[in-house]
């Protein structure tokens, strides 16, 4: 089974404890592997391979807008979440070899691919940048960590958000490839209840649950 836990609008430090509580939880088997959807306030992540140079304005500056800054375990660089992005983070476990992270990542970006085809977008996998790509540029990330092969963190998802906070900063280190969204790429808002349906059935396709 796959477990779905939609928790709407939920601050990053209460998803963050969410995700590490499940965690404990999937790796002594109590439970099953469970795909947590949410929404943030605004918010930047910095992961384990940060890059300060790609912070592009001052935290303080930032701050005083309105965001917070989170350091955290998964892997890649800086990264923004908020309203109107779908933030995916799966507790999934995994196979304990190298190459079960590698199909694990390939899973994630295949089943937002289809999901988008869904949606009439042709998305596609990057020869040299994880996550998910369209002619008009990035429009999901992804970054996982793993703790005894059980996964957290996850995906980040552009639906209806606006993309201006990420100028502020050089996403997941890429500055040649402009972010863009669902709704800038189809010129319409999307129903993100619809759309969170159509996530966690490609997720259930993907991962052959």
Not at 21 to 36: M, Q, V, Y
Not at 66 to 89: A, M, N, W
């Amino acid at each position: 089974m796959i477990e779905l836990l939609d928790v709407g609008f939920t601050p990053y430090l209460k998803a963050w404890e969410l995700q590490k509580k499940l965690l404990e939880r999937r790796i002594n088997e109590e439970i099953a592997d469970t795909l947590i959807l949410v929404e943030h306030d605004p918010v930047f992540t910095l992961g384990k391979n940060r890059d300060w140079n790609n912070l592009l304005f001052p935290m303080e500056t930032l701050k005083n807008r309105g965001f917070s800054f989170f350091k955290i375990e998964r892997g890649g660089d800086i990264t923004y979440h908020g309203p109107g992005q779908l933030v995916g983070y799966p507790i999934f476990k995994i196979k304990n070899s190298l190459a079960g992270v590698k199909d694990f990542v390939r899973r994630v970006e295949e089943a937002l691919i289809l999901t988008l085809k869904d949606y009439g977008i042709e998305a596609y996998r990057h020869i040299q940048y994880t996550g998910v790509f369209t002619a008009k540029g990035k429009i999901a990330s992804i970054g996982i960590a793993f703790k005894k092969w059980v996964s957290f963190h996850g995906f980040a998802l552009n639906v209806n958000n606006d993309l201006t906070p990420f100028n502020y900063i050089i996403p997941c280190g890429i500055s040649n490839i402009p972010m863009t969204s669902m709704r800038a790429v189809l010129g319409k808002e999307i129903d993100m209840e619809n759309l969170k349906k159509t996530v966690y059935e490609k997720f259930v396709e993907v991962f052959r649950f």
